[in-house]
C-alpha cells in the first residue's frame, strides 16, 4: 500500500495525486479537476506549476492527446556509459535461445 498515492473518485470522475519527495504528480480523466487541484495548491502552499511530466524515477514520459508512453532508454544508456558498454552489440534474446537450464544440484 502507497501512503503517498492520493485518489478522489466523484461518479465517473477520478483524479490520482501521487507525492514523491518534493514532487507531486498527478492527473486525472477530468481537466476541471487538474485545474482546481491547482488553483488550490497555488493557494494554500508556495510551489511553481512546473508543467507536464516528461521525466521521473528513471521514465521518460511522453504524454499525447489521448496516449501516454513510458521509456527508459536514457537510464539505459546511462548503465551502459557507466560500464563502458556504449558500443556493445544488442540482442533480442540475452541467452541463446536452444540452451537447457538444468537445476544446480551442487547449489
Not at 61 to 79: I, M, P
Amino acid at each position: 500500500m502507497d501512503k503517498t498515492l492520493f485518489i478522489r473518485k466523484h461518479e465517473s470522475d477520478v483524479i490520482l495525486v501521487q507525492v514523491y519527495v518534493d514532487d507531486i504528480i498527478f492527473g486525472s480523466n477530468n481537466n476541471t479537476l487538474c485545474e482546481e487541484f491547482v488553483a488550490t495548491m497555488l493557494v494554500e502552499f508556495e510551489m511553481p506549476m512546473i508543467g507536464e511530466l516528461t521525466y521521473f524515477l528513471g521514465l521518460q514520459v511522453k504524454q499525447l492527446k489521448h496516449e501516454t508512453y513510458l521509456n527508459q532508454s536514457k537510464y539505459c544508456f546511462g548503465l551502459l556509459k557507466k560500464f563502458k558498454m556504449e558500443d556493445c552489440k544488442e540482442v533480442a534474446t540475452p541467452i541463446a535461445t536452444n540452451f537447457l537450464l538444468d537445476a544446480d544440484e551442487a547449489g
